[in-house]
């Protein structure tokens, strides 16, 4: 499904603030694999994100989804396949418009949009029964607007958005990093149902590595711009935050604990 190869990335090359993102990544996601990806700032988690939206562009290698090579395609070609969520609750909606106004656009991804009513009633209904999945009582509230929502409330809004499409591949960039903890299990909890459901193809980014081993079929570690460890089907089960610390202690060649591992 998606199939990143000898993917590498250099911000300011020439430059004194020259800096190696990538470092010929190479990374394979089968239909339905759902892949946590863990390391500390600047190992490149966020850049494979965005190479493989399209938000930028790689300087060698290539990035194919379900078999067809994207590497040259912007961001807004690739928006019909790609479904993401963000780290800030307010980065995925539009906090002026209604949840069904929101909804709508989500409908329309990669999609010409034209000048026909945005929202009909059979729209209406199907999002509201879409919402129910979210068990917030948002259903009720369609004619709302999402700046009126909490943060919580906002996020699972994006995440039903982003999977609305039935996109080839769906992006978690530490998406429950900035709520406060229950909002952030709360999060969690419908990210893995509705991966689940639909049965989602999953690239997901976070600092919390218990997360990290709570949700996911696989799981890979990123430094300084290379994968350093992956963790296959039938393995991530057998770890605990503390194998992990000390995978990354062997790289590093040095003792830490969490907190410096969450940088």
Do not use: C, W, Y
Not at 97 to 121: C, F, M, Q, W, Y
Not at 210 to 224: F, P, S, T
Request: proline share 3%; hydrophobic share 40%.
């Amino acid at each position: 499904m998606l199939r990143i190869s000898d993917v590498s990335k250099t911000f300011f090359p020439g430059t004194v603030n020259e800096r190696r993102a990538l470092v010929e990544v190479n990374l394979g996601l089968a239909a339905g694999d759902f892949v946590t990806v863990i390391g500390s700032n600047g190992a490149g988690k966020s850049t494979v994100l965005n190479t493989v939206a399209g938000r930028i562009g790689q300087d060698e290698g290539k990035v194919e989804l379900d078999g067809r090579d994207v590497s040259k395609l912007k961001e807004h070609q690739r928006a019909a396949q790609v479904g993401r969520v963000f780290q800030d609750p307010m980065a995925g909606t539009s906090p002026h418009l209604t949840i069904e106004e929101n909804l709508s656009l989500a409908d329309k991804r990669g999609r010409p949009r034209g000048l026909a009513l945005g929202v009909t009633k059979a729209k209406r209904e199907r999002f509201a029964e879409a919402l129910k999945v979210l068990e917030l009582g948002l259903e009720d509230r369609l004619k709302t607007k999402v700046g009126l929502l909490s943060g919580g409330q906002r996020q699972a809004l994006s995440l039903l958005m982003a999977t609305f499409s039935q996109p080839k591949i769906l992006l978690l960039d530490e998406h429950t990093a900035a709520l406060d903890p229950q909002r952030a299990e709360l999060v969690t909890r419908l990210t893995k149902k509705v991966v689940e459901e639909q049965q989602l193809t999953t690239l997901m980014v976070t600092h919390n590595m218990a997360q990290a081993l709570e949700v996911g079929n696989r799981l890979i570690m990123m430094h300084e711009g290379r994968i350093i460890l992956e963790v296959p089907e039938g393995e991530k089960s057998k770890l605990a935050p503390e194998d992990l610390l000390a995978e990354f202690a062997k790289i590093k060649g040095a003792v830490i604990d969490d907190k410096t591992m969450l940088q």
